[in-house]
């Protein structure tokens, strides 16, 4: 145990700093405690290779990773610390001072951070250092090393009272008080991990009160979305649902914590180059006399082919053309001096759409719910905005709070200096749902189902492939609009052994989807969804 003490010494402290700094982000703002600050940092920084890597390994668990990740780097820093501390306090000050920096530094570096944000990890810093201490205090002190050549002092002789007065001879059992230690340790852990569950759980129930703060109920909206045409869901096992449960449709964002915004204090703030400056609060827009419904399917650029980052949902929103006209935005092409539309989220996200696309006629909207609902949290209450065949990231601003009409060349968006095209209009794809990759099959009928997109233009057609065989047309499903995807199945007669079944599509221009394949960076995957089977 007596090694032990150290690491253990600092493991404690460290949870106990973690601890204060979660009631100071409480109080303050629980989104600036120091792992999380830290941590978006983190996504900030990570080069494109690092996040394609984690994003293709973790999927949208990489969140979770990254912050069991931190955490265990900074316990094992901690117990390194605290080891070293035992034989020079100072270390253990140096080490707590310079972690509670780095997180003072994330804190007021973040697009959204404000000087308060550097109280967790100030206030988290000081009671590590306190109880750093004092636990080492009740740990016996080990001697510094001596380098050669240098004249150790004599050690003091042990005695048998040495209780009073530990000293580095202190070795005898009566040296340490190994009680008092426990104790004290595990007291502070104790307290540590329930005022740190207590100030969290402060945090979200303050944070779901001012999100509820009002019961909402979105307005019928005055141009509701066509009934779903007969047929357009296939309903068949195995194949994705037409409409996306908002629950499970993906998710993807850079932000560690959710942002929980009070829609009752909301305000969007419309500016910039040839823009008369409006604001809107959450209200303004529930209560437009414009307000539509549309079914969008929505992508992400990184969603790799036959990839699960794709939804699509009935959304009800604000056409984003009619709030930038009120604003007095012209397009670039009638002389409008602007042809960038810089979204910016709660959180410091920018996103950069192109302002033709959104006065193109297309129901680019921002949108206030999802499938008969608010948004939820994780989908960018209190409003998002939606472009239609854009991906989401040109596009889908969650958690949105400006609206700035600028130039592509004056402003580079978030993930455009990270490697990705400033401009990205969703690539037609097609997607086997059934069977699935590696899947065993009885011979006989087979169904093979999936779908496909072409935003904005349609899909006309899609073909399966079975090994080396011909192209066979697929049955479509309804079409509800071109903005959605559509679904699609093909029967097939399964004789045994091992096969491939490949897929694609073709949209209304005439466009055969591009077989070649490209990865997601930096404008959006191709290639043919492909996948082996076994039939028995
Ligand atoms: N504020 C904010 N908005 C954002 C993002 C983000 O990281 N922050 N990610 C974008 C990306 S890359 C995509 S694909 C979509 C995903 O929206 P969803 O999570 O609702 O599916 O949100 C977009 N909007
Ligand atoms: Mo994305």
């Known amino acids: 145990m007596r090694p032990a003490i150290g690491a253990l010494s600092g493991l404690v402290a460290a949870g106990a700093g973690l601890a204060a700094a979660e009631v100071a982000g409480a109080i303050t703002r629980p989104e600036a405690t120091p792992l999380l600050v830290v941590g978006a940092a983190v996504i900030d920084l990570v080069p494109r290779p690092v996040k394609e890597f984690a994003v293709a390994t973790f999927?949208?668990?990489?969140?979770?990773?990254?912050?069991?990740?931190?955490?265990?780097?900074?316990?094992?820093?901690?117990?390194?610390?605290?080891?070293?501390?035992?034989r020079r306090p100072a270390i253990g000050d140096a080490g707590i001072v310079l972690a509670g920096l780095i997180g003072v530094i994330a804190a007021l570096t973040r697009p959204d951070g404000g000087l308060l944000d550097g109280l967790p990890s100030v206030l988290g810093a000081a009671v590590a250092i306190a109880l750093l201490r004092l636990l080492l205090t009740r740990a016996p002190r080990e001697a510094p090393r001596q380098d050669a050549g240098v004249l150790a002092p004599a050690p003091p002789p042990t005695r048998p009272d040495a209780v009073a007065t530990p000293t580095p001879a202190a070795e005898a059992p009566g040296g340490f008080d190994r009680r008092g230690f426990v104790l004290l340790a595990g007291a502070a852990a104790a307290v540590s991990a329930g005022v740190g569950a207590g100030a969290r759980w402060y945090a979200s129930s303050k944070a779901e009160s001012a999100?509820?703060?009002?019961?909402?109920?979105?307005?019928?909206?005055?141009?509701?979305?066509?009934?779903?045409?007969?047929g357009a869901d296939l309903e068949l096992e195995g194949l994705a649902p037409f409409l996306t449960p908002s629950t499970a449709f993906f998710r993807i964002d850079t932000a560690l914590s959710v942002p929980r915004i009070d829609a009752t204090a909301w305000t969007l703030r419309i500016h910039g180059r040839g823009a008369t400056e409006r604001r809107y609060s959450f209200d303004d827009l529930l209560n437009r006399s414009?307000?539509?419904?549309?079914?969008?399917?929505?992508?992400?650029?990184?969603?790799?082919?036959?990839?699960?980052?794709?939804?699509?949902?009935?959304?009800?929103?604000?056409?984003?053309?009619?709030?930038?006209?009120?604003?007095g935005?012209?397009?670039?092409?009638?002389?409008?001096?602007?042809?960038?539309?810089?979204?910016?989220?709660?959180?410091?996200?920018?996103?950069?759409?192109?302002?033709?696309?959104?006065?193109?006629?297309r129901d680019a909207m921002l949108a206030l719910g999802m499938n008969g609902r608010p948004l939820l949290p994780e989908h960018g209450f209190p409003v998002r905005m939606l472009v239609p065949g854009l991906y989401g990231y040109v596009s889908a601003c969650k958690w949105i709070v400006e609206i700035e009409l600028t130039t592509f060349d004056a402003f580079d968006a978030y993930w455009v200096p990270r490697g990705w095209?400033?401009?990205?209009?969703?690539?037609?794809?097609?997607?086997?749902?059934?069977?699935?990759?590696?899947?065993?099959?009885?011979?006989?009928?087979?169904?093979?189902?999936?779908?496909?997109?072409?935003?904005?233009?349609?899909?006309?057609?899609?073909?399966?492939?079975?090994?080396?065989?011909?192209?066979?047309?697929?049955?479509?499903?309804?079409?509800?609009?071109?903005?959605?995807?559509?679904q699609w199945v093909l029967e097939w007669e399964a004789g045994p052994g091992e096969h491939r079944l490949s897929v694609r599509a073709t949209d209304r221009n005439g466009a055969l989807q591009p077989g070649d394949?490209?990865?997601?960076?930096?404008?959006?995957?191709?290639?043919?969804?492909?996948?082996d089977v076994t039939v028995e």
């Open 59 to 86: 999927g949208t668990a990489d969140k979770a990773v990254l912050l069991g990740g931190m955490a265990v780097t900074l316990a094992a820093l901690a117990a390194l610390v605290g080891s070293a501390a035992r």
């Open 211 to 230: 999100a509820a703060a009002r019961k909402i109920t979105l307005p019928a909206p005055a141009a509701p979305a066509p009934p779903l045409p007969d």
């Open 290 to 327: 414009d307000l539509m419904e549309r079914d969008i399917t929505l992508a992400c650029v990184s969603n790799p082919v036959g990839g699960s980052y794709i939804g699509n949902a009935r959304w009800i929103g604000v056409p984003l053309a009619a709030l930038l006209e009120e604003a």
């Open 329 to 361: 935005v012209r397009p670039p092409s009638e002389g409008g001096p602007a042809d960038q539309i810089v979204s910016r989220s709660s959180d410091g996200m920018t996103i950069g759409t192109p302002v033709a696309d959104v006065l193109d006629g």
């Open 421 to 486: 095209s400033d401009r990205a209009p969703i690539k037609t794809q097609s997607r086997i749902d059934t069977p699935r990759p590696g899947a065993r099959l009885d011979a006989g009928p087979v169904v093979v189902a999936g779908v496909a997109w072409a935003q904005r233009v349609g899909v006309d057609a899609v073909e399966v492939r079975v090994d080396d065989g011909p192209w066979r047309p697929a049955r479509l499903a309804a079409e509800d609009t071109t903005d959605t995807w559509r």
């Open 517 to 531: 394949e490209s990865p997601p960076a930096p404008d959006g995957a191709t290639g043919w969804h492909t996948i």
